[in-house]
């Protein structure tokens, strides 16, 4: 079976690891680069966390590490550390042996689609300063990529760090706007709400049984998803939420969506209540649409994909301090 060439543009914390291992352990995947964006938690601690998240599945220096953007484009940086407290799920290793590109996230971005136009799948699930730096130096960026998944924004529902902002669009929204109207021919969006709340957040018997498997990808899951869940439980969100994964997982297996629509999609850039703000015009508008926009998933079957993902056993290369706690 061909695999699916593809980059994950991340800001590493939480789901966003679980995103990698994904990327890193489907047959179906060939991650080919992560590129690192300024968003979760602070940007060491980000990359801290994709070297981490390498080594877990044992493939520490397997796929090359880029640094993006550390700042949002007209922004100021904005964490979610009370959401992901610090983001290192309590683990570390050694950081002597590990190695880095040299090339900048944007660059990289640049010269893997101009090596292979129109093969290669891009996975977004940070705010989209790198995306968008990539359209500018380059307007023909998005013809060269074959898909964009995007983890971004609600579907005209309600947001998670302002009433009615999504945290990757929120830190960005220049950048979320720029990337919407950049032409990718086949652009599909995991929102917030209502998808992810509906069909990718695990209630905590879920959870604990994901961590409960016995591998030391299960543990890892467990940790690294420890405080993003109790946040979520104390503002009333029923569980563990999983919308960047579910991003990887639906671009390498699309018969996971049950449901999707196209809308023309706008980012708001102008207001500071509805900064950030996604506004999915649908058919009755007639506007003509700029993305695919997820409306259901099968959420059972992707528990059981991420089930698999995380029975599978791997031997970190090097010991990660806090695992076996
Ligand atoms: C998004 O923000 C981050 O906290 C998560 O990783 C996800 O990409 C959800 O709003
Ligand atoms: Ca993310």
Redesign the pocket.
């Known amino acids: 079976m061909p695999k699916v060439p593809l980059i994950i543009d991340?800001?590493t914390a939480q789901?966003?690891c679980i995103a990698i291992l994904a990327g890193l352990l489907d047959p179906s995947a060939e991650l080919r680069a992560i590129t690192m964006v300024a968003?979760?938690v602070g940007f060491e601690q980000q990359v801290a966390n994709a070297h981490l998240t390498l080594n877990v599945a044992g493939r520490l220096g397997s796929v090359p590490i880029h640094r993006g953007c550390t700042q949002p484009i007209l922004r100021h940086w904005e964490s979610a550390e009370d959401v992901h407290g610090d983001g290192s799920g309590g683990l570390s290793m050694a950081s002597d042996a590990l190695s880095e590109s040299d090339e900048h996230a944007v660059n990289a971005l640049l010269r893997l689609t101009a090596e292979a136009p129109g093969e290669l799948s891009i996975v977004a699930?940070?705010p989209l300063t790198n995306l968008a730096t990539a359209v500018i130096l380059d307007r023909s960026f998005a013809q060269r990529v074959k898909t964009l998944v995007i983890?971004g924004g609600s579907n005209n529902a309600r947001g998670n760090i302002t009433a009615s902002a999504e945290f990757?669009f929120y830190v960005d929204p220049e950048a979320a706007q720029i990337v919407l109207q950049a032409g990718f021919e086949d652009l599909r969006i995991v929102p917030w709400a209502p998808l992810t709340l509906l069909d990718a957040t695990f209630p905590r018997a879920d959870y604990d049984r994901l961590g409960a498997l016995g591998t030391p990808l299960a543990g890892f899951y467990h940790r690294m998803c420890a405080a993003t869940i109790d946040y979520d439980e104390s503002v009333g969100i029923d569980g563990s939420t999983h919308p960047?994964s579910l991003s990887v997982a639906v671009l390498l297996h699309p018969e996971l969506v049950t449901e999707q629509s196209g809308y023309r999609v706008d980012v708001e850039t102008s207001s500071e209540l509805t900064r950030g703000m996604s506004v999915m015009a649908w058919e009755k508008f007639e506007q003509p649409t700029n993305a695919q926009v997820i409306e259901a998933v099968d959420g059972a079957a992707f528990y059981d994909y991420l089930r698999g993902i995380l029975a599978t056993e791997t031997v970190p290369n090097l010991p990660v301090a806090g695992l076996s706690d």
């Open positions: 991340t800001d789901d966003d968003g979760n699930i940070g983890m990757n960047d």
